[in-house]
């Protein structure tokens, strides 16, 4: 009885922290955004809805999303690829490019506003160079495309160290003898990328992607430092609700819609990137 009761011992603090912190506040979340004044009631979603913001914090979210996360990508891809290929400095070079996991959001976004700013460093370049005689209005709510531009960028900065970690772990357990097999049978080296280790890399590909998505549409402290207002987003709503408003519905409503887009792109990836089942171990 003792060895068959072990396993569910192990995962009880776990699975305590897991209710206490997190199925807890679901539970209570949900509730708050079918609720109005004690009634059960969808006016928390209607007044969201109905709000002339929300449109534009939906599809400004989802348009962030689908430029960072395939940019992030192709770059998490590449530099997994250099890191899993060197023999030398390979530890420095993934300390390196592993630098931005160690910085939050919120200090992420100011590194990028002192560079974006119209005083800041780019502007700065730009004139010592000659190339603008005047600075330029990065940051502007006027300039909605180099706003846009300077939130993505910021952002595939800050994150993209996230998936490479991850891709690296996975392209660690690659054996290597299926490179070289597929080397002996005369393939190069983009076609035993592409044939052999993207295939092979689909779990660790899934875990990523469903992670980056995840906090791709929860992006807050790098829009607020960077854009505040002039660039909404889905999370900055919540909050705005929460805090400025203080209407706990509305931003419970918010909330749920975030969790839904996340389970809906979820089942997505984890359908997409299914593994077969003869490769199943």
Request: charged fraction near 10%.
């Amino acid at each position: 009885m003792r060895q068959k009761a072990l396993p569910y011992l192990l995962l009880a603090p776990a699975t305590l922290f897991l209710c206490v912190f997190f199925l807890y506040p679901f539970l209570l979340v949900a509730w708050e955004s079918i609720t109005r004044n004690g009634v059960v009631t969808l006016d928390n979603f209607r007044t969201m809805g109905g709000h002339w913001k929300f449109p534009l914090t939906f599809w400004n979210t989802l348009a962030l999303a689908g430029v960072v996360v395939p940019v992030q990508l192709a770059l998490a891809l590449a530099m997994a690829s250099i890191v899993s290929n060197m023999n030398r400095g390979r530890s420095a070079v993934l300390y390196i490019f592993a630098i931005p996991l160690g910085i939050s959001d919120l200090a992420a976004g100011l590194i990028w506003l002192a560079i974006f700013e119209q005083s800041g460093f780019l502007n700065s370049w730009l004139s010592m160079l000659g190339v603008t005689e005047r600075p330029i209005m990065f940051l502007g709510y006027q300039s909605t495309l180099s706003l846009f531009a300077a939130v993505a960028i910021a952002e595939i900065w800050r994150a993209t160290a996230i998936m490479m970690v991850i891709l690296v772990a996975g392209m660690g357990l690659i054996p290597k003898e299926y490179g070289e097999a597929a080397e002996v049978f005369g393939a190069g080296p983009w076609k035993r990328f592409t044939r052999v280790t993207l295939p092979l890399l689909r779990p660790s590909l899934q875990t990523a992607l469903i992670l980056r998505v995840i906090l791709a549409f929860e992006v807050f402290a790098v829009v607020a430092a960077l854009a505040g207002n002039n660039f909404p987003v889905l999370m900055g709503e919540t909050y705005h609700w929460q805090f400025a408003l203080r209407d706990r519905g509305v931003a419970a409503a918010f909330a749920m819609v975030i969790l839904g887009i996340s389970i809906a792109f979820t089942v997505m990836l984890l359908y997409l990137l299914r593994v077969p089942r003869e490769a199943r171990i």
